[in-house]
């Protein structure tokens, strides 16, 4: 079992940044590939960002470029840097992580492939 807490989550002005954090407790952290998903009002939950076992990273089209997803094992901890923020990156985030031992590259990006989700934090970008 693993609990998620996000954190860093806030208003920022449109061209500005924010940085999220996810920290992790429970056992293996390693072993799992970590995503970040996003939600906006009346809209389906979508993929941001992944994370995998071995350090390599994939984006959804619309981010790229803009945001960095990263992990400290040591630390438990996954982070989501954005920059470049825009008024459509409005949502709230949620972390999350897949137990699903398919090995050290896989970048899962359905929500249906995450087994543990956080309480999501709100970003809000104004105009």
């Known amino acids: 079992q693993v609990q998620l807490v996000e954190s860093g989550g806030g208003l920022v002005q449109a061209g500005g940044s924010l940085r999220l954090s996810c920290a992790a407790s429970?056992?293996?952290?390693?072993?799992?590939?970590m995503g970040w998903f996003r939600q906006a009002p009346g809209k389906e939950r979508e993929f941001v960002a992944v994370?995998?076992?071995?350090?390599?990273?994939y984006y959804t089209d619309s981010v790229k470029g803009r945001f960095t997803i990263s992990r400290d094992n040591a630390k438990n901890t996954v982070t989501l840097q954005m920059n470049s923020l825009k008024p459509e990156d409005t949502a709230v985030y949620y972390c999350?992580?897949?137990?699903?031992?398919?090995?050290?590259?896989?970048?899962?990006?359905?929500?249906?492939?995450?087994?543990?989700w956080g309480q999501g934090t709100q970003v809000t970008v104004s105009s």
């Open positions: 999350a992580a897949a137990d699903n031992y398919s090995g050290l590259n896989w970048l899962p990006s359905g929500t249906y492939e995450y087994d543990y």
């Open positions: 994370i995998s076992r071995s350090g390599n990273t």
């Open positions: 429970g056992r293996a952290f390693v072993r799992y590939p």
